[in-house]
């Protein structure tokens, strides 16, 4: 595995029964580079990336994430990645310090270590008000700021981020990348998925899955070159509606 990449997939395939959801796929990812991983509906992305953060086993292919195997070391590959879902995997019921300090014990980080990254994080995210707030009474663009910060307070080579922006208003979506772009800046890979087509510009790199299936993969300017597309909508819609592959 070269060093500057964090994930290899090398014919990658799941099936359940008769029914492949993950057809073949071979891609490689960088240290630094902000992924992306679209694809309509039950196109696969969903179960390749169960398979990534180790929580499902493929049926055949190899991937290696964070130089583990998917297949001998899903626990080691759990305790180098970060993952936020689009439910944002925050505790309701508990403080943002609460969940920072939760979060930290799970990553095995020191009382210490968590007691400094929790006034890091409140003063960067600007939240020292809300400390003491239950979780479930803020806003949607602080659950998701804070819930990203967590996906990275251990420090992870790569992060996982499953439709992050889902529900948010494009100010805070415009936000949010702005801190994905900056924690790629200092290397760290960011895998991301997500159902706004605006948002695939923002990635150095973009894969278009249909039907189990890596269609295409290309920055984003050589994706809209080679289908002759203005946008990335443009490029989706003729992937996924059987166009030109």
Not at 19 to 34: L, P, R, S
Not at 105 to 111: A, D, E, K, P
């Amino acid at each position: 595995m070269n060093p500057t990449t964090t994930i290899t997939v090398r014919e990658l395939t799941k099936k359940f029964g008769p029914f492949t959801a993950v057809d073949h796929i071979t891609f490689d990812v960088h240290a630094g580079e902000v992924f992306g991983f679209l694809g309509a509906n039950g196109a696969g992305k969903t179960t390749a990336i169960r398979i990534l953060t180790g929580l499902l086993l493929p049926t055949s292919g190899e991937a290696r994430v964070a130089g583990f195997d998917v297949y001998r070391q899903p626990e080691q590959i759990k305790r180098h990645i970060g993952y936020m879902s689009q439910k944002f995997s925050l505790y309701q019921d508990l403080t943002p310090l609460e969940n920072i300090r939760f979060f930290g014990g799970i990553y095995g980080l020191s009382v210490r270590t968590i007691r400094r990254k929790s006034e890091e994080l409140m003063h960067r995210l600007g939240m020292e008000a809300m400390a003491d707030r239950l979780v479930g009474t803020l806003p949607l663009g602080w659950k998701q700021k804070l819930a990203f910060s967590l996906a990275l307070i251990h420090e992870p080579r790569i992060v996982f981020l499953d439709e992050p922006t889902s529900g948010v208003d494009p100010l805070t979506r415009r936000t949010f990348w702005e801190m994905i772009r900056t924690e790629a800046d200092k290397g760290t890979t960011m895998f991301v998925t997500t159902h706004y087509m605006d948002e695939a510009e923002y990635c150095d790199r973009v894969s278009i899955m249909v039907h189990g299936r890596i269609a295409a993969l290309d920055t984003p300017r050589g994706l809209k070159e080679r289908f002759g597309a203005s946008h990335m909508e443009e490029v989706f819609l003729q992937l996924t509606r059987g166009g030109n592959a």
